[in-house]
């Protein structure tokens, strides 16, 4: 053995686990034990992130103005739940970018939203937008 290796080996001593001090007691969890914890913790987690999901979705939901909805009815528009995820999911991208007022072209129809609000603000369709101005928007969201 060389000197610079004894030297290292006598100052390096291996670490013990700690030993109970007199009157402690030490828990003793077997492994049903410990799995029936594990899945009473990973259930609670599983249950607050699915409540979180439902919030979101909730908080995200794009409502319609009394407007909207005429314009829509007067147009013969219809959105099926997927149009609704989509128009929802137009809003999520404008909200993200800082828009205010954004108009999201989707299929054959625009829809002027307000960001801040979640709102629907009024609906066109192609035919209808013809030689038409929009105003008050900062942003376009295409899906």
């Known amino acids: 053995m060389r000197p610079e290796e004894l030297e290292l080996s ?23 034990e410990k799995k029936a914890a594990f899945s009473k913790v990973l259930a609670g987690e599983l249950a607050s992130r699915g409540e979180a999901a439902d919030a979101l979705k909730a908080a995200t939901r794009v409502e319609f103005s009394a407007h909207a909805l005429t314009r829509l009815q007067e147009r013969n528009v219809t959105l099926s739940p997927h149009n609704r ?8 991208l404008a909200e993200r970018k800082g828009s ?9 129809t625009a829809y002027i ?16 937008a013809v030689e038409n101005v929009f105003t008050q928007i900062d942003s376009a969201t295409i899906v």
């Open 113 to 128: 939203v307000s960001v801040k609000n979640k709102k629907v603000i009024t609906a066109i369709t192609r035919d209808a």
């Open 100 to 108: 205010v007022n954004t108009l999201v072209l989707m299929d054959d």
């Open 85 to 92: 995820q989509r128009l929802d999911h137009a809003v999520q």
């Open 10 to 32: 006598t100052r390096l001593h291996p670490l013990k686990p700690p030993q109970p001090g007199p009157g402690s007691r030490t828990p003793s969890t077997g492994p049903a």
